[in-house]
């Protein structure tokens, strides 16, 4: 049972989907908080009632965010213990949360974090592209110009790019991509954990060719960006190199046979077909 004289602030990773992905950490503490700080009350009720717990909750998001942390801490300095959660996943990861956990912290109350689902992390460890590194910038601007400027400024980044998208932008992101960041290799992750879950590669063009012919996009999207590979110091560069040689150099590095003709017909101002016929000659 939770003790403690100051209160603690709980913060509580819920399932992104699936409700079986929620530690028993996770249930426990949700089960012995005085109180539930969440998104949105109707979402929140409905994974308590699938465990059966019954606690008061508070509505806290970024429209009330700046007027509930006063009122969050007082009862957190009254000895009261709160959990803190969000709509799905890890809360303050592109959720609200932050203005609490940092004033909470900078009046001495004690944030215990309790880990679990993540976005984020579910769907780069499925997504085949390189994990050794990776930059997460939440949701991509809604804006065209602001999007552009956020990829152009990770265009030389060495990491595995991840965004979150909305469905209803998700195809003019893609274009954005193809256009900032070329032919890529990229992974789009779709409802994560649910019935519907689903899995895209690709480079952006191609992804971007797929999901326009069908009839809606639902679902939140995760869209990681595979790294800007660095090219050898003395290696010639690919536009400059004979047509065949560059053709071999990017199947060498694992570029798909299509890929490998689309780049370059890009790079060299032809068409397929040009560069098809070019690697044909005898």
């Known amino acids: 049972m939770i003790v403690s004289v100051s209160g603690t602030l709980y913060v509580v990773a819920t399932p992104i989907g699936n409700l079986e992905d929620i530690t028993t950490r996770a249930v426990r503490t949700l089960r012995e908080v005085d109180r539930i700080a969440c998104e949105d009350t109707r979402h929140t009720r409905k994974l308590l009632d699938h465990y059966g717990i019954s606690k008061p909750l508070v509505s806290y998001h970024e429209h009330n965010e700046q007027a509930r942390v006063e009122e969050l801490l007082a009862e957190l300095a009254a000895g009261r213990n709160i959990a803190l959660v969000s709509d799905a996943g890890t809360p303050l990861i592109a959720d609200p949360g932050y203005r609490l956990v940092a004033q909470a912290r900078a009046q001495g109350i004690t944030v215990c974090p309790i880990p679990g689902p993540s976005a984020v992390l579910t769907a780069l460890s499925a997504s085949g592209l390189p994990t050794d590194a990776f930059y997460f910038g939440g949701f991509l601007p809604a804006k065209k110009t602001q999007r552009r400027k956020v990829l152009e400024e990770m265009k030389d ?5 991840v965004f979150y998208e909305a469905p209803h932008r998700i195809l003019e992101a893609l274009d954005d991509v193809a ?12 409802e994560l954990t649910k019935i519907h879950e689903e899995f895209l590669t690709g480079d952006p063009a191609e992804l971007r060719e797929a999901l326009a012919k069908r009839a809606s996009i639902k679902g939140e999207i995760t869209l990681m960006i595979g790294k800007a ?25 694992g570029v798909p046979r299509m890929e490998a003709m689309k780049t370059l ?15 044909n000659e005898r």
């Open 265 to 279: 017909a890009r790079e060299r101002g032809l068409s397929k077909r040009e560069v098809y016929q070019k690697l």
């Open 157 to 161: 980044s060495p990491a595995t790019l």
């Open 229 to 253: 590979e660095a090219p050898a110091a003395d290696a010639t560069p690919i536009e400059a190199a004979p047509i065949q040689a560059a053709y071999d150099k990017l199947l060498a590095a």
């Open 179 to 190: 256009e900032v960041l070329g032919p890529r290799r990229i992974a789009l992750a779709r």
